[in-house]
C-alpha cells in the first residue's frame, strides 16, 4: 500500500500562486506514474497534469502555461506549480499514483485550494 500525503493548499488571491507537494511512502517511486487531480464542487474529478516514471509531462488544456507539474524521486515527492491562479481553479486536489506493471493505484486525501479576492 502506498500512502500519498499532500501538502501546500491555501487560500490565495486571483493571480497569485501556490506549489502543492505530494510526498509518497514508497521505496519504488521511480516505479509510479504521478498525477495531479482536482475535484469542485458539484462537478466531477478532473484531470489537471501528469508525470510520467520517465518525467513525460502532460496537462489539461485549462492549465496549459500556467502549471507545471515536476518529480523528485530522491525525496518521493511530486509537485505542482501554480501560477496566475484563476477562481475556477478552485478545487479540492488530489495526488495520484499509478504503477508503472501492475497499475496499481492509490489517492491522497486532497488539499483545499480556494482562489478568490
Known amino acids: 500500500q502506498v500512502q500519498l500525503v499532500e501538502s501546500g493548499g491555501g487560500l490565495v488571491q486571483p493571480g497569485g500562486s501556490l506549489r502543492l507537494a505530494c510526498a509518497a511512502s514508497?521505496?519504488?517511486?521511480?516505479?509510479?506514474?504521478m498525477g495531479w487531480y482536482r475535484q469542485a464542487p458539484g462537478k466531477q474529478r478532473e484531470l489537471v497534469a501528469t508525470?510520467?516514471?520517465?518525467?513525460?509531462?502532460d496537462y489539461a488544456d485549462s492549465v496549459k502555461g500556467r502549471f507545471t507539474i515536476s518529480r523528485d524521486n530522491a525525496k518521493n515527492t511530486v509537485y505542482l506549480q501554480m501560477n496566475s491562479l484563476k477562481p475556477d481553479d478552485t478545487a479540492v486536489y488530489h495526488c495520484?499514483?499509478?504503477?508503472?506493471?501492475?497499475?496499481?493505484?492509490?489517492w491522497g486525501q486532497g488539499t483545499q485550494v480556494t482562489v478568490s479576492s
Open positions: 495520484n499514483a499509478k504503477h508503472t506493471r501492475t497499475w496499481d493505484t492509490w
Open positions: 514508497t521505496s519504488f517511486f521511480n516505479m509510479y506514474d
Open positions: 508525470v510520467t516514471s520517465g518525467s513525460a509531462t
